[in-house]
Protein backbone atom coordinates (compact mmCIF):
# COMPACT_ATOMS: atom_id res chain seq x y z
CA UNK A 1 0.00 0.00 0.00
CA UNK A 2 1.55 3.23 -1.18
CA UNK A 3 0.28 6.83 0.01
CA UNK A 4 1.07 8.69 -3.24
CA UNK A 5 2.51 7.11 -6.07
CA UNK A 6 4.05 9.96 -9.19
CA UNK A 7 5.34 7.94 -12.30
CA UNK A 8 7.22 9.33 -14.92
CA UNK A 9 5.38 12.67 -14.40
CA UNK A 10 6.25 15.04 -17.09
CA UNK A 11 5.18 18.79 -17.50
CA UNK A 12 5.69 21.78 -19.75
CA UNK A 13 4.48 25.54 -19.63
CA UNK A 14 4.28 26.88 -22.89
CA UNK A 15 6.67 24.02 -24.37
CA UNK A 16 9.65 24.85 -21.74
CA UNK A 17 9.91 21.53 -19.74
CA UNK A 18 9.66 21.74 -15.87
CA UNK A 19 9.64 18.47 -14.83
CA UNK A 20 10.80 15.34 -16.89
CA UNK A 21 9.66 11.83 -15.72
CA UNK A 22 9.46 12.33 -12.11
CA UNK A 23 9.11 9.41 -10.19
CA UNK A 24 7.77 9.51 -6.83
CA UNK A 25 6.55 7.12 -4.12
CA UNK A 26 5.16 8.21 -0.52
CA UNK A 27 4.48 5.23 2.16
CA UNK A 28 1.48 6.02 4.59
CA UNK A 29 2.14 7.98 7.55
CA UNK A 30 5.60 9.27 5.96
CA UNK A 31 6.65 12.79 5.51
CA UNK A 32 8.95 13.97 2.43
CA UNK A 33 10.40 17.21 2.12
CA UNK A 34 10.71 18.34 -0.95
CA UNK A 35 13.44 21.26 -1.54
CA UNK A 36 15.32 22.83 -4.02
CA UNK A 37 15.71 26.17 -5.49
CA UNK A 38 13.19 28.52 -6.31
CA UNK A 39 11.73 28.18 -10.01
CA UNK A 40 12.75 24.55 -10.22
CA UNK A 41 9.12 22.91 -10.93
CA UNK A 42 8.29 22.43 -6.67
CA UNK A 43 5.00 23.54 -6.69
CA UNK A 44 3.98 22.32 -10.21
CA UNK A 45 4.94 18.89 -8.75
CA UNK A 46 2.23 19.36 -5.79
CA UNK A 47 -0.12 20.59 -8.26
CA UNK A 48 0.03 17.79 -10.08
CA UNK A 49 0.37 15.44 -6.86
CA UNK A 50 -2.64 16.92 -5.43
CA UNK A 51 -4.71 16.59 -8.25
CA UNK A 52 -4.89 20.68 -9.25
CA UNK A 53 -3.37 20.49 -12.59
CA UNK A 54 -3.31 18.11 -14.61
CA UNK A 55 0.27 16.06 -15.77
CA UNK A 56 0.98 15.94 -19.46
CA UNK A 57 2.81 12.82 -19.38
CA UNK A 58 2.67 10.00 -16.72
CA UNK A 59 0.47 8.57 -14.04
CA UNK A 60 -0.76 9.45 -10.84
CA UNK A 61 -2.18 7.13 -8.34
CA UNK A 62 -3.67 8.64 -5.14
CA UNK A 63 -4.12 5.75 -2.53
CA UNK A 64 -5.24 7.86 0.46
CA UNK A 65 -8.54 8.78 0.97
CA UNK A 66 -8.41 12.63 1.50
CA UNK A 67 -6.15 15.30 1.62
CA UNK A 68 -5.23 18.67 2.69
CA UNK A 69 -3.57 21.39 1.42
CA UNK A 70 -1.59 24.55 2.78
CA UNK A 71 0.06 26.96 0.75
CA UNK A 72 2.34 29.81 0.98
CA UNK A 73 -0.40 32.32 1.73
CA UNK A 74 -3.20 31.60 4.31
CA UNK A 75 -5.63 31.97 1.62
CA UNK A 76 -8.60 32.51 3.31
CA UNK A 77 -12.18 33.72 2.76
CA UNK A 78 -12.30 37.15 4.07
CA UNK A 79 -15.96 37.55 4.49
CA UNK A 80 -15.89 34.68 7.18
CA UNK A 81 -14.63 34.20 10.63
CA UNK A 82 -11.58 31.89 11.66
CA UNK A 83 -14.11 29.19 12.63
CA UNK A 84 -15.63 29.73 9.05
CA UNK A 85 -13.16 29.60 7.23
CA UNK A 86 -11.71 25.66 8.98
CA UNK A 87 -15.07 24.39 8.79
CA UNK A 88 -15.55 25.49 5.02
CA UNK A 89 -14.37 22.30 3.60
CA UNK A 90 -17.08 20.22 5.86
CA UNK A 91 -20.07 22.69 5.17
CA UNK A 92 -18.65 21.79 1.14
CA UNK A 93 -18.77 18.55 1.74
CA UNK A 94 -22.62 18.55 3.17
CA UNK A 95 -21.55 17.49 6.66
CA UNK A 96 -24.18 17.95 9.21
CA UNK A 97 -23.88 20.58 11.91
CA UNK A 98 -23.21 19.08 14.94
CA UNK A 99 -19.93 16.86 13.31
CA UNK A 100 -19.07 20.33 11.57
CA UNK A 101 -19.17 21.86 15.14
CA UNK A 102 -16.91 19.02 17.00
CA UNK A 103 -14.56 18.71 13.67
CA UNK A 104 -13.78 22.29 13.81
CA UNK A 105 -13.48 22.44 17.64
CA UNK A 106 -11.02 19.56 17.56
CA UNK A 107 -8.94 21.41 14.85
CA UNK A 108 -8.91 24.37 16.07
CA UNK A 109 -7.39 22.55 19.19
CA UNK A 110 -4.79 20.92 17.13
CA UNK A 111 -3.26 24.30 16.25
CA UNK A 112 -4.46 25.83 19.15
CA UNK A 113 -6.78 28.72 18.43
CA UNK A 114 -9.10 29.52 21.44
CA UNK A 115 -12.86 30.61 21.09
CA UNK A 116 -11.45 33.63 20.80
CA UNK A 117 -10.31 33.69 17.77
CA UNK A 118 -12.04 31.63 16.49
CA UNK A 119 -14.67 34.67 16.39
CA UNK A 120 -12.33 36.70 14.73
CA UNK A 121 -12.14 37.52 11.17
CA UNK A 122 -9.10 37.43 8.88
CA UNK A 123 -8.23 41.04 9.36
CA UNK A 124 -8.30 41.23 12.65
CA UNK A 125 -5.81 38.12 13.01
CA UNK A 126 -1.73 38.29 12.49
CA UNK A 127 0.20 36.76 9.81
CA UNK A 128 0.65 33.54 12.27
CA UNK A 129 -2.91 33.14 13.16
CA UNK A 130 -4.03 33.50 9.80
CA UNK A 131 -1.35 30.46 8.63
CA UNK A 132 -2.81 28.31 11.98
CA UNK A 133 -6.34 28.89 10.55
CA UNK A 134 -5.15 27.80 7.41
CA UNK A 135 -3.63 24.45 8.78
CA UNK A 136 -7.00 23.97 10.81
CA UNK A 137 -9.09 24.27 7.76
CA UNK A 138 -6.49 21.64 6.05
CA UNK A 139 -6.63 19.94 8.83
CA UNK A 140 -10.20 19.81 9.53
CA UNK A 141 -11.60 17.27 7.45
CA UNK A 142 -9.39 14.27 8.84
CA UNK A 143 -6.83 14.42 5.70
CA UNK A 144 -4.52 11.03 5.74
CA UNK A 145 -2.12 13.14 2.68
CA UNK A 146 -1.29 16.81 3.59
CA UNK A 147 0.39 19.01 0.69
CA UNK A 148 2.62 21.84 2.31
CA UNK A 149 4.03 24.19 -0.31
CA UNK A 150 6.12 26.19 1.72
CA UNK A 151 3.36 26.92 4.36
CA UNK A 152 6.09 29.01 6.57
CA UNK A 153 8.34 30.97 4.37
CA UNK A 154 6.75 34.02 5.16
CA UNK A 155 7.01 33.60 8.84
CA UNK A 156 9.87 34.97 11.03
CA UNK A 157 11.83 32.44 12.89
CA UNK A 158 10.36 32.04 16.33
CA UNK A 159 7.14 31.83 14.72
CA UNK A 160 7.97 29.26 11.79
CA UNK A 161 9.45 27.24 14.52
CA UNK A 162 5.94 27.24 16.78
CA UNK A 163 4.52 25.83 13.10
CA UNK A 164 6.95 23.15 12.30
CA UNK A 165 6.30 22.11 16.22
CA UNK A 166 2.59 22.16 15.89
CA UNK A 167 3.24 20.41 12.17
CA UNK A 168 5.02 17.62 13.84
CA UNK A 169 2.56 17.35 16.54
CA UNK A 170 -0.04 17.37 14.34
CA UNK A 171 1.88 14.37 12.28
CA UNK A 172 2.20 12.18 15.12
CA UNK A 173 -0.79 12.33 16.35
CA UNK A 174 -3.03 12.32 13.20
CA UNK A 175 -0.56 10.23 11.55
CA UNK A 176 -0.94 11.64 7.66
CA UNK A 177 1.41 11.45 5.01
CA UNK A 178 2.98 14.16 3.86
CA UNK A 179 4.31 15.82 1.21
CA UNK A 180 6.38 19.15 2.51
CA UNK A 181 7.68 21.85 0.10
CA UNK A 182 9.98 23.80 1.63
CA UNK A 183 13.52 25.81 0.39
CA UNK A 184 14.61 25.61 3.95
CA UNK A 185 16.42 22.36 4.65
CA UNK A 186 16.57 22.81 8.94
CA UNK A 187 13.17 22.77 7.94
CA UNK A 188 13.43 19.61 6.08
CA UNK A 189 15.81 17.67 8.40
CA UNK A 190 13.00 19.08 11.72
CA UNK A 191 10.08 17.32 10.14
CA UNK A 192 10.45 15.22 7.16
CA UNK A 193 11.31 11.24 7.32
CA UNK A 194 12.98 11.40 3.69
CA UNK A 195 14.44 14.96 1.88
CA UNK A 196 14.23 14.81 -2.28
CA UNK A 197 16.06 17.23 -3.68
CA UNK A 198 15.17 18.75 -6.81
CA UNK A 199 16.83 20.30 -9.41
CA UNK A 200 16.55 22.62 -12.06
CA UNK A 201 19.16 21.02 -14.66
CA UNK A 202 17.67 17.66 -14.52
CA UNK A 203 14.14 19.04 -14.57
CA UNK A 204 13.47 16.58 -11.74
CA UNK A 205 14.54 14.65 -8.73
CA UNK A 206 18.36 14.56 -8.38
CA UNK A 207 18.28 12.52 -5.45
CA UNK A 208 17.56 11.76 -2.10
CA UNK A 209 18.06 11.26 1.73
CA UNK A 210 17.04 9.71 4.59
CA UNK A 211 16.55 11.21 7.53
CA UNK A 212 18.88 9.79 9.58
CA UNK A 213 18.29 11.00 13.13
CA UNK A 214 15.15 9.84 15.15
CA UNK A 215 11.69 12.52 15.17
CA UNK A 216 12.18 12.59 18.62
CA UNK A 217 15.65 13.84 18.60
CA UNK A 218 16.31 16.57 16.42
CA UNK A 219 16.96 19.16 18.81
CA UNK A 220 18.62 22.21 17.17
CA UNK A 221 22.08 21.33 17.56
CA UNK A 222 21.35 18.05 16.01
CA UNK A 223 19.24 19.54 13.02
CA UNK A 224 22.22 22.01 12.85
CA UNK A 225 24.82 19.88 12.62
CA UNK A 226 22.72 17.82 10.05
CA UNK A 227 22.11 20.88 7.53
CA UNK A 228 26.15 21.79 7.64
CA UNK A 229 27.21 17.68 6.70
CA UNK A 230 25.22 18.08 4.08
CA UNK A 231 25.96 21.39 2.59
CA UNK A 232 29.54 21.02 3.03
CA UNK A 233 29.95 17.22 2.44
CA UNK A 234 27.05 15.77 0.33
CA UNK A 235 27.22 17.33 -3.59
CA UNK A 236 23.71 16.16 -3.49
CA UNK A 237 22.82 19.95 -1.76
CA UNK A 238 24.75 21.47 -3.49
CA UNK A 239 22.83 23.93 -6.01
CA UNK A 240 19.91 24.32 -3.44
CA UNK A 241 20.84 27.40 -3.29
CA UNK A 242 20.42 28.59 -6.58
CA UNK A 243 17.87 31.10 -6.91
CA UNK A 244 18.09 32.55 -10.31
CA UNK A 245 16.00 30.48 -12.32
CA UNK A 246 17.31 31.98 -15.43
CA UNK A 247 21.00 31.14 -15.06
CA UNK A 248 21.07 27.39 -16.66
CA UNK A 249 19.23 27.86 -19.95
N1 LIG B 1 1.08 28.75 -14.76
C1 LIG B 1 2.31 28.87 -15.29
N2 LIG B 1 2.50 29.26 -16.56
C2 LIG B 1 3.73 29.37 -17.08
N3 LIG B 1 4.87 29.11 -16.41
C3 LIG B 1 4.76 28.71 -15.15
C4 LIG B 1 3.48 28.58 -14.50
N4 LIG B 1 3.70 28.16 -13.23
C5 LIG B 1 5.03 28.06 -13.08
N5 LIG B 1 5.67 28.38 -14.22
C6 LIG B 1 7.14 28.33 -14.42
O1 LIG B 1 7.56 27.00 -14.21
C7 LIG B 1 8.77 26.98 -13.45
C8 LIG B 1 8.54 26.21 -12.18
O2 LIG B 1 7.65 26.94 -11.35
P1 LIG B 1 7.20 26.43 -9.91
O3 LIG B 1 6.63 25.07 -10.04
O4 LIG B 1 6.34 27.49 -9.34
O5 LIG B 1 8.61 26.36 -9.16
P2 LIG B 1 8.97 26.46 -7.60
O6 LIG B 1 7.72 26.19 -6.83
O7 LIG B 1 10.04 25.43 -7.41
O8 LIG B 1 9.51 27.83 -7.36
C9 LIG B 1 9.18 28.41 -13.25
O9 LIG B 1 10.09 28.77 -14.24
C10 LIG B 1 7.88 29.18 -13.41
O10 LIG B 1 8.12 30.47 -13.87
MG1 LIG C 1 6.69 27.30 -5.40
Same mark, same amino acid.
Given at each position: ???????????????RTVLDRITLRILPGELVALVGPSGCGKSTLVHIAGGLIEP??????????????????????????????????? &?????? $??? !?? #????? /? =????? *???????????????????????????????????????????????????????????????????????????????????????????????? &?????? $??? !?? #????? /? =????? *???????????????????
Amino acid at each position: MTALVLDGISHAYFGRTVLDRITLRILPGELVALVGPSGCGKSTLVHIAGGLIEPQRGRLTQGYRRHGMIFQEPRLLPWATARGNISYPL &RVAGVD $RTT !RH #DLTRR /A =ADLVS *LDRKDLDKYPVELSGGMRQRVAIARALVVEPDFVFFDEPFTSLDVALKRQMQDLVIEAATQSRFAGLFVTHDLAEAVRISDRIVVMDERVRGISGE &RIVSLE $RGA !RD #DAAVF /A =AVQTY *LKEDPLFSHIHDTDERRIA
